[in-house]
């Protein structure tokens, strides 16, 4: 069975650091696309983050210069590196694998999710 699990999360005051891992099982990870996804109280699930199976990344224009999505094929595991934190980044942080393709940016592309870690950014 298809198993993400995010770690990493907690709170850290603005202008720090963390890196945010995702274990992926269950799947081919080598040829899935992987994205990252954040939920805020009140509002709608935001693209964050992609690479491809190819290695190709995108990201949301709000966090470019700031994070960086990696894979490690090895390990199974998917990255995001994120600094420079902002209070806006406060969310639930969530892991998405999808097959192969295009890099990926909208949820409905996904078909496997993990359950999240909070990410609290304080002013």
């Known amino acids: 069975q298809v198993q993400l699990v995010e770690s990493g999360g907690g709170l850290v005051q603005a202008g720090g650091s963390l890196r945010l891992s995702c274990a992926v099982s269950g799947r081919t990870f080598s040829s899935s696309n992987m994205g990252w996804f954040r939920q805020a109280p009140g509002k709608e699930r935001e693209f964050v983050a992609a690479i491809s199976w190819g290695h190709a990344t995108t990201y949301v224009d709000s966090v470019k210069g700031r994070f960086t999505i990696s894979r490690d094929n090895g390990k199974s595991t998917v990255y995001l590196q994120m600094n420079n934190l902002k209070p806006e980044d406060t969310a639930t942080y969530y892991c998405?694998?999808?097959?192969?393709?295009?890099?990926?940016?909208?949820?409905?592309?996904?078909?496997?999710w993990g359950q999240g870690t909070q990410v609290t950014v304080s002013s």
């Open positions: 998405a694998a999808g097959g192969p393709g295009p890099t990926k940016t909208s949820p409905r592309q996904y078909d496997s």
